[in-house]
């Protein structure tokens, strides 16, 4: 499976940044996708997943204000990110699993401004 994360950029705290994540290749009817993200000197770090069935879970930091969603017909997965902080600057990666099997876009930059 490939992914293309793409929605990435600058902006200033309390803005918004839509990702896009789009999966091609051999997906499974049985999957989960998501976000991890890291920042400068850390390690990386769950932020949002959703599985096929559209259960989703956040990391208590974006709780609120992030919202992943998925268009099964398009095998794409969004994060909409909103009220955003400069703490949340990092690269966001996008990633599909198949039990523990996991496949991992580039990774895309989000870079918020204080």
Known sequence: VQL??????????????RLSCAASGSIFSIHSMGWYRQAPGKQRELVATITDG???NYADSVK????ISRNNAANTVYLQMNSLKPE????????????PYVNWGQGTQATVSS
């Open 4 to 17: 293309v994360e793409s929605g990435g950029g600058l902006v200033q705290a309390g803005g918004s940044l």
């Open 54 to 56: 559209g259960s989703t």
């Open 64 to 67: 609120g204000r992030f919202t």
């Open 88 to 99: 949340d600057t990092g690269v966001y990666y996008c990633y599909y699993a198949v039990g």
